[in-house]
């Protein structure tokens, strides 16, 4: 009986899930996709965080990928960031494409931009 509840309760703590998404709200862009980020997803390494960041096109009509998922690096001392890389999803959340970002290397966070809502986001808050 004991190896019967041991397996069972190994099988269950395998069988248990990853922590979910939780994607709140950061704000909005021009074009009206809905930019969110994951609180859960959030890693700090020293001065670095890197942060998941979904954007949300399904109120821009001419969006056949109505979600792209992005993975946001950020120096929260130098003010910079990359997009390390990126995943888009059709409306029945299959991968359409996947990429990495093309930039070389950190680049600085530009003022009045989604990227410096996200930075402000990430480095300047206890959340």
Same mark, same amino acid.
């Given at each position: 009986? %004991?190896?019967?509840?041991?397996? *069972?309760?190994?099988?269950? *703590?395998?069988?248990?899930? !990853? @922590?979910?998404? @939780?994607?709140?709200? /950061?704000?909005?862009?021009?074009?009206?996709?809905?930019? /969110?980020? #994951?609180? @859960?997803?959030?890693?700090?390494?020293?001065? %670095?965080?890197? !942060?998941?960041?979904?954007?949300? $096109?399904?109120?821009?009509? &001419?969006?056949? #990928?109505?979600? &792209? =998922? #992005?993975?946001?690096?950020?120096? +929260? !001392?130098? &003010?910079?960031?990359?997009?390390?890389?990126?995943? $888009? $999803?059709?409306?029945?959340?299959?991968?359409?494409?996947?990429?990495?970002?093309? %930039?070389?290397?950190?680049?600085?966070?530009? &003022?009045?931009? =989604?990227? %410096? #809502? =996200?930075?402000?986001?990430? +480095?300047?808050?206890?959340?």
């Amino acid at each position: 009986m %004991r190896w019967m509840f041991a397996t *069972l309760t190994m099988t269950a *703590l395998v069988a248990a899930p !990853a @922590q979910a998404a @939780q994607w709140v709200k /950061l704000t909005e862009s021009k074009n009206g996709a809905i930019v /969110l980020i #994951d609180n @859960q997803g959030i890693t700090r390494d020293g001065t %670095r965080i890197t !942060a998941p960041v979904k954007w949300d $096109y399904a109120a821009v009509a &001419e969006e056949k #990928d109505p979600v &792209e =998922i #992005d993975v946001m690096v950020f120096d +929260c !001392a130098n &003010e910079t960031f990359n997009l390390t890389n990126f995943t $888009y $999803y059709d409306k029945a959340g299959n991968v359409t494409r996947k990429g990495k970002g093309d %930039r070389p290397g950190m680049v600085p966070v530009p &003022e009045k931009s =989604i990227a %410096r #809502d =996200i930075f402000d986001r990430v +480095c300047k808050s206890d959340t």
